[in-house]
């Protein structure tokens, strides 16, 4: 009885070690091989929170190999710098987000999603901010995360705009009109040309005496170079 007990315990230790390791990496304890480097983006400590709290909580089903398997994931993907500061990351192989990287001299822009349940979301962020993943979600697939500033007093990034890599099929660059004149966005659709997100160039009000209709500086002339360059629709698959 006390061997088997022994195992088990012994068991339930391995299993736990990659969540360690991940956390280590995650809230900065300098150790092993470099794991828990200071300058890890603190958007990675809440990723690998969320995907020890999802995989115990949701995922009860899950065998203890799977369990590890995915924990093994979730702390290859924490161990990753963000692409700032780095000449190619993973996440560069892929065309969204070489295209989006592009887009780094729009400025402040717009992101808006809408929940066909009932909600919008609207949210003020940069393309020029922190690229973190890609990273995998147990039965969704492929994510990747834009990372903003982080507040001082929170230590969590002030945005962010987690993406679905193997849902974003395509990218258009649409020109609207609204009730208070011409607007620019860029639409990431599914395969099925369904919006998974719009970004829109934001407004500069203060440089308009607080009225709309006013872009910042540069912004729209370098919307309209990457629609010339790209098209207005990009397969990105």
Known sequence: LNSARTMRTFLSIAACLPIFVALTDAFGTSGWHGFGSSTRNPVLRRCAVDECRMLSEHFPQLSRRSFLRNMLGAGAALSMTDSAGAEETELDKYKLVQIMKECKDLGIVRFLSVNPNGAILESLGRFDYNYVGPFEVPGKGLYMTIAGPNAKEHLVATFECTINLD????????????????????????????KILSILLNYDIEGNGGKPGKFYPGAVEKWQELRKKYGDFVKLK
């Open 167 to 194: 849902n974003v099929y395509a990218m258009a660059f649409d020109k609207l009109f609204g009730p208070t004149g011409e607007l620019y966005s860029i639409r990431l659709l599914n395969e099925k040309n369904d």
